[in-house]
């Protein structure tokens, strides 16, 4: 296909938007299917491409068997979900986003199955069972709405501070950057200098640039403005590690479902 044309060549990292969740890796207690994940891997390897593992815990995607398992079971099951998921990709991977999303606008933690089985211990629970199973690969939270300096990427920053205080082998943060057309947070260099400067990679991990249909010319310009300051404020970070398009292509979007228009 032309998205794979263009794939093959203009690419040298790639994020399985689907294949590694929960709900596919795991569809039944202890039952495991890394078919479609191995088929993005096999891509990779075949173009010297990067993995960025993505996900091992998150709140959506998640099989009903896990949410409405009882409270005692959860950290077992998500410690064995992880270690399972991250030893059949032990070397292929370049870094996982160990957890998902685990932060609230207000910058609370979500109220999740894992949150309320154990606290807000999950998440260096999870960074460390990852880092027993794939020791090199580079393990991250990853979120939305942190791009810029507010209440949700302080609580992340704080959160983050505290890994690293305690030990726990956190390696990354993942700016997902679902822009709206010409609303790129000013704060974003600052930002991810932030978290460089505690000795974490930084990486835009799922770049898009909604516009309201029908576009002009003048929201398409704004359009590459906005995605020109985003890989510039990479650039400006040395441990921004890298710039990911969510899809290679508008035809395979997310958006239009998620966002009539
Ligand atoms: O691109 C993914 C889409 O195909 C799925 O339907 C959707 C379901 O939640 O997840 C999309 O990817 C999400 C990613 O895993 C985490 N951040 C938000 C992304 C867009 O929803």
């Known amino acids: ?5 263009i794939a093959n060549v203009q690419f040298d990292m790639v994020t399985p938007g689907n294949e590694m969740k929960w709900d596919t890796t795991e569809p039944s207690n202890g039952s495991y299917n890394f078919g ?5 891997v096999n891509w990779a390897q075949a173009h010297n491409a990067r993995v960025r593992g993505h996900n091992l815990v998150w709140h959506s995607q998640l099989p009903n068997w896990v949410s409405s398992l009882p409270t005692n079971q959860v950290q077992g099951v998500m410690e064995s979900h992880i270690t399972t998921e991250a030893t059949h990709y032990k070397g292929k ?9 685990p932060f609230n606008e207000d910058g609370s933690l979500r109220q999740d199955v894992f949150y309320k089985a154990m606290g807000s211990g999950y998440l ?4 460390r069972t990852a880092h027993n199973a794939d ?3 580079k393990l991250y939270i990853n979120d939305y709405n942190i791009e810029g300096e507010n209440a949700k990427s302080n609580a992340l920053y704080t959160l983050a501070q505290q890994m690293l205080s305690q030990g726990v082998p956190l390696g990354g943060i993942g700016l997902e ?3 709206i057309d010409g609303q790129v947070p000013s704060s ?3 930002n991810m200098q932030r978290f460089a400067n505690l000795g974490l990679d930084v990486a835009v991990t799922e770049l898009d640039d909604r516009i309201q249909l029908p576009a002009s010319s ?13 890989v510039n404020d990479c650039l400006a970070v040395s441990r921004c590690v890298g710039v990911s398009q969510w899809g290679v292509d508008d035809g395979h979007s997310w958006i239009p479902g998620t966002f009539p228009g």
């Open 1 to 5: 296909s032309g998205e794979m044309a």
């Open 36 to 40: 479609p994940g191995d088929q993005i």
């Open 93 to 101: 991977v370049y870094a996982w986003d160990v957890i998902n999303e």
């Open 124 to 127: 260096a629970d999870a960074i």
């Open 135 to 137: 020791p090199n690969a």
């Open 177 to 179: 950057s679902h822009f």
């Open 188 to 190: 974003m260099l600052a």
């Open 218 to 230: 003048s929201s398409l310009q704004q359009q590459a403005n906005d995605y020109t300051t985003v």
